[in-house]
């Protein structure tokens, strides 16, 4: 009985080992994300107030959820945000499969190009916005001094006063940021992309466009898809630099849901009314990761990946 004993604690050791293990991570993960989210849902159910404390257990139901949904301000920042979203991604991904395409055809020094090419996104977005910030001023900018010097034009452009001009400034600067990311994971799919069906378009005739159209963009779209779904999260999220280039001006026009959400929060102290906003834009965010990841499903199963 004894080694039948000694042999189930042994066997009972090893395989709690790994769970004892990941216990501390674990906590931490308890600790660090699962609360907050907990307390941040309870607040979104209360009038809490930032100035005043006692405001916290004051609950007020569904009501800053229900004032969200007649508050123009919001969905104006919600559906600038979703158009916001959808034009980085697209120009992202034009752009990163343009540098895919031209660094998968370099045979000399492609290491040393492909390291380059990961600089912009080595930078935090807070010195991402400082430095677009420093480019686009009207007064002292890199940009306009050097328009005026070429005699392009006479006058200073007024790139983050101007509405439009200043989401097209904000634009640039998340495009100039992260279109790295779609340029290594399209790269890697190159990498990996088979050799045969490329050969066999060649001896059936086709072009270089028809080979791309149907060979070598569809092998590449779910990598692409891959890529969209880690940006639409990235960019539903972006703060940092339009709170550093703009602050969500000129009179609110640069305004995306957490600019909002963080002077509804900090600026006016309401911070149950920007909980309930916050936990909106989370359904924003899951409803496009859904529809990458429902693309990328399709996708492979087109290229025979997944039935």
Known sequence: MSVLTNIKRKMFSEQATPYVLLLPAVIMIL???LFPLIFSLYTSFTGYKLTRPDTLFKIVGFRNYVRIFSDWDFWVAFFRTVGFLAVVINLEFLLGLGIALLINKVTWGQRTMRTIMMFPMMFSPILVGFQ???IFNDNVGI???????LGITDAAIPWLVDGWLAMGAIAFAEIWM????FAILLLAGLFAMPKDPLEAAQVDGCNAWQTFRHITLPFLMPFAYIAMTIRSLDVARAYDVVDTMTGGGPAGRTELLWTLIARTGYDSANMGMANAMAYVSIILSIAFTYYFF????AARRYMGGAQ
């Not at 992260?178 to 990311?181: G, P, R």
């Not at 429902?294 to 499903?297: A, D, F, M, P, R």
Request: proline fraction near 0%; avoid cysteine.
């Open 143 to 149: 940009l306009n001094n050097a328009l005026q010097a």
């Open 178 to 181: 992260s279109t790295s990311i």
């Open 294 to 297: 429902s693309k990328l499903v």
């Open 31 to 33: 600790i660090v994300v």
């Open 132 to 134: 677009f910030k420093f």
